[in-house]
Nanobody
Framework: QVQLVESGGGLVQPGGSLRLSCAAS????????MGWYRQAPGKQRELVAD???????NYADSVKGRFTISRDNAKNTVYLQMNSLKPEDTAVYYC?????????WGQGTQVTVSS
């Protein structure tokens, strides 16, 4: 049984920063790619950023230069540092991980950018 537990969401003013964390626990052999997705009200879930086990990262165009994804393989944890936040970044953010032959999702954490 594998669980992904996210933390770090909240309310922030435009231009502010937040750091999301996602820790994987349970029967973990090896974690391949890890990533963050988001879903705003009335919209489809979209990829924000992902990172391979070797550290190669990929970002949505809308967050390039503002968000940074990183991971700590020893802690089975992925992070998302979000800077210069905009109201359009408001969404539920979900952690995703490819572990063995399966894909796992976290429960989601709300990020609200508003003045």
């Amino acid at each position: 049984q594998v669980q992904l537990v996210e933390s770090g969401g909240g309310l922030v003013q435009p231009g502010g920063s937040l750091r999301l964390s996602c820790a994987a626990s349970g029967s973990i052999s090896s974690i391949n790619a890890m990533g963050w997705y988001r879903q705003a009200p009335g919209k489809q879930r979209e990829l924000v950023a992902d990172i391979s086990s070797g550290g190669s990262s990929n970002y949505a165009d809308s967050v390039k230069g503002r968000f940074t994804i990183s991971r700590d393989n020893a802690k089975n944890t992925v992070y998302l540092q979000m800077n210069s936040l905009k109201p359009e970044d408001t969404a539920v953010y979900y952690c995703n991980a490819d572990i063995g032959m399966f894909e796992y999702w976290g429960q989601g954490t709300q990020v609200t950018v508003s003045s």
